[in-house]
C-alpha cells in the first residue's frame, strides 16, 4: 500500500513503476511515452531539476515557460509558507481577502496604462475564456448582442478549453473536437519565414495587414474582439514584425472592436521587457496573464480589463449583467501570495539584467543557423525557437509523427538539459534569472545538440522525401 511514508522515502523503481502505471500525461501519446525512458523529477533548485536517479539537468524551457526566478527562490518559498500560516484556500466569490487585493494593488502599478481591474482564474486557458466572455457580454450588456464572433489568427495557442480552442482551432490537436468549435473568422499571422504573400520584412511594409482588414471589414457588425498574442508561442515562437501589433490596434479602434492580448506566455518579462505589447506602446482593452504570474510557482491567473469595460457590467442584479464566471480555485492564496512576492523580485537590477540577457541570447544561438535542418532561428527576449526543415532551400517540412524536434530534445536531455519542442520547433525558454554563465551553458548544450541530433535527422528525412509529402509544421504536442 502506497501509505504514510515521506514522499523521498519511496525507492526509484516504486515512483516510476507507478507513473507508468496510473498517470495519464497532458499533451503526450502514452505509448509513445510508455516505449521511452521518460524523465521523473525529485526535485529543483535555481535552474536546474533532478532526476529520481540523481542525475541534474538545465531547466531549458523554465517547466513549460513558466518559471521566472528559478526554482527554490528563498523569498518565494517564504511567501507561500507565511502565507499558509493564515490559510491556504477561501472563496473570491462575493468575498474578498488580503492576498488578492495586495496582488491587484501590485499588478496595477505594472499593467499597461488604463488596465487595472483583474479578474483571477487558476489557468492561463481560463483567462483567455473570461476575455473572450468579457468581450462577448460587454457588447451584449450594450444591446449588441450580435456581435458575438472573435477573430483569430492563424497557428495562434490560447489553451485547451472550448472557448480557447474555438479561436485557435487546430487540426493536429481538436480534430475530434472540430464540430464543437463555433467557426470563428481568422487571418494569417505574421509569419515572415514562411510568407504567404512571398514578400519580406521590412520591404513588404506588412503588407499582411491587408487581409486582416478585409476579415475585419467583412465581420464589422458581428465582431466582438480580435485575440493576438505578440510573439506566438506554441504556433512556433513566431514573434509579430516591430509595429504590427500597434498597426493591429488601429484596425481595432477603426472598425470598433475590442483588442485583446494573450500575455499569458509573455507577460513578465518573457520578451525581455515586462509586457510583450511594451515593445509596440500598445494598450489592450483585455489582457491575458498567467504563466509567469506567481513566478511559475503556483496556479493563478488573470484576465485584465480597462475601466469602460467594467463599467459596462455594473447594472442593477435584475438585469443579469453580471459576469457570471468563476472557478472555485480563483484567486487562490497562497498562489496570489507568491505572485506578489514574484514581483516584488522585479527590481531594476533584474529588469537591468534581464535586457542583458535578452541581448547575449542571439549571438549565443547564432552558431545554429549554421548546421544542417536549421531553417529559421527566432528570438525575443528569452524565448527562443529554432525551425527544423528537411530541406532549408524550399523550407520543406519534417512530416507530422517525424518528432523531428523530439531528436534534439533527446540529445539535450543526454547533453544536460531539458527542452520540450512543438512539432519542428526546437524550444529554448531558460528562467528569466538565468546568470550569463548558465545561459552560455545553455546555449551551448543546445547548439550540440542541434549537430548532435544532424544524422538521425539526415535519416528522417530521407525517409520523408520517400514518403507522400506532409505539409506544415508537423505539430506533435504543443507542450
Ligand atoms: C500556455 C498558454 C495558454 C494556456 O495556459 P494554461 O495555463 O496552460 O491553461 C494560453 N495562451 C498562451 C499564449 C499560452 O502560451
Known sequence: MAGSRALEEWSP???RAWDRQYVWHPFTQMADYL???????????????RDIDGRWYYDGVSSIWLNVHGHRVPALDQAIISQLQRMAHVTLLGQGHVPVAVLAR???DWTPRGLHRFFFSDSGAAAVEVALKMAVQYWANQGQGQRTRILGFTTNYHGDTLGAMAVAPDPTFHWPFLSYLPEEPRAPYPYCYRCPLGRSWPDCQ???LDAVEAVMAEEQERLAAVIIEPVQGAGGIIPAPPGYLRRIRELCDRYGVLLIVDEVATGFGRTGRMWGVDH????PDILCLGKGLSGGYLPISATVATDAIYQAFLAPVAEKKA???GHSFAGNPLAAAVAIANLELFTPEFLDSLQRRSEELPDLLQPVTQLPFVGDL?????????ELVRDPVAKRPFPYGAQAGFVVADQARRLGMLIRPVGNVVIFMPPLATSAADLQAMAEILVEAVRAAGPQLAALAKQAAGAPGAEGLGGEGAF
Do not use: N, Q, S
Open 378 to 386: 527566432r528570438v525575443r527576449g528569452l524565448m527562443a525557437g529554432i
Open 323 to 325: 459576469l457570471y464566471h
Open 13 to 15: 523503481e516504486e515512483i
Open 35 to 49: 516505449a521511452r525512458d521518460p524523465v521523473i523529477v525529485a526535485e529543483a533548485e535555481g535552474v536546474r531539476i
Open 106 to 108: 501590485r499588478l496595477a
Open 280 to 283: 509596440d506602446g500598445v494598450i
Open 206 to 208: 506588412m503588407a499582411c
